[in-house]
């Protein structure tokens, strides 16, 4: 799963550090470039999302399915 993860989030960016390699660029350029920043902001909001996707809908799910229905007699 975090395989999937990796490869979703920043498989996007892939092809831009990829062109960057084949010019040759030096790798402290690679590495101080906006670009890398960018990557990393949206790995982090990324897994944060889909770590906290589950337990929310999962809480909320059980909220609206443990509500009783107006007027429904109380054990």
């Not at 975090?2 to 062109?19: E, K, N, P, R, Y």
């Not at 949206?42 to 009783?68: C, M």
Request: zero cysteines; hydrophobic letters at 55%; a positive charge.
């Amino acid at each position: 799963m975090a395989a999937t993860l990796i490869l979703a989030v920043f498989g996007g960016s892939l092809g831009a550090w990829v062109l960057d390699y084949v010019y040759d660029l030096p790798l402290l350029q690679l590495m101080n470039s906006n670009g890398l920043d960018i990557v990393i902001m949206q790995g982090l909001s990324g897994g944060i999302g889909v770590i906290l996707t589950v337990p929310l809908a999962a809480f909320s799910a059980a909220r609206l399915l443990s509500r009783k229905a107006p007027g429904a007699p109380r054990p």
